[in-house]
């Protein structure tokens, strides 16, 4: 499909370029890995430079750091006994398969082996990927206190301004910031777009995908 894509828009009339971005790179607490393509109309003869990666990375500490008391959805999850024994036992950067468990507060599901399952997040470092998506043991959980982020907190992670409010019920929210692409990342990226168009020099690198060989392998 990803190739059918990229046929379907050189065809089109646009100069194609992708490039698989790590968003923690980018200024986004968070290592967010997507495939980004930015299409240019042939007739204005401009090619699309990648933007290059910012200097420093933003630990997930720094990015939780001095949230407002008045900023909106920071009701905690509700955690049942057992998920806050277990986290007891969970350093930062363990997950519930590679702690060092009791064997009561072990999961007896053989066949999942995710590894964000009740994974803490380690302080100094970016987040792992948010998602919006799964049950309990999946909602990113702090690297000190026994509990799962705050809606707030991802948002932080995916780097919404704390202006910026949801709607919907709580879990709904969660999916959606879970399911977003980190706003900082594509600010960076739209910046790029016009600075080409305005004829704006920046410092780029060289994509990582290459769209022609992508498109000549459809055969």
């Known amino acids: 499909a990803f190739a059918v894509i990229l046929s379907e828009m050189k065809q089109a009339g646009y100069n194609i370029v992708a490039h698989k971005y790590k968003f923690e790179e980018y200024g986004v607490p968070q290592a967010r890995h997507r495939v980004v393509i930015v299409g240019i109309k042939n007739d ?106 705050t809606n707030r907190e991802r948002a932080r992670i995916q780097s919404f301004p704390d202006y910026f409010n949801f709607s919907g019920s709580k879990e709904s929210i969660r999916k959606q910031i879970g399911m977003a692409i980190p706003p900082k990342g594509i600010e960076i990226i739209c910046n790029a777009i016009l600075s080409e168009l305005y004829n704006v020099e920046y410092e780029s690198v060289k994509p990582n995908i290459d769209v022609d060989k992508i498109i000549d392998n459809l055969g």
């Open 44 to 149: 204005l003869n401009i090619t699309f430079d990648i933007p290059a990666p910012l200097k420093t990375k933003i630990s997930v500490g720094e990015a939780l750091k001095d949230i407002p008391a008045e900023a909106s959805h920071q009701e905690l999850t509700r955690q049942s006994k057992n998920v806050v024994e277990r986290l007891k036992y969970i350093k930062p950067g363990q997950n519930v398969w590679n702690a060092n468990l009791p064997e009561h507060l072990k999961l007896n599901v053989p066949k999942t082996k995710l590894s964000h399952i009740y994974k803490r997040l380690e302080k100094n470092k970016p987040a792992y990927t948010l998602t919006g998506s799964g049950g309990g043991g999946t909602h990113m959980y702090h690297w000190k206190e026994n509990r799962a982020l």
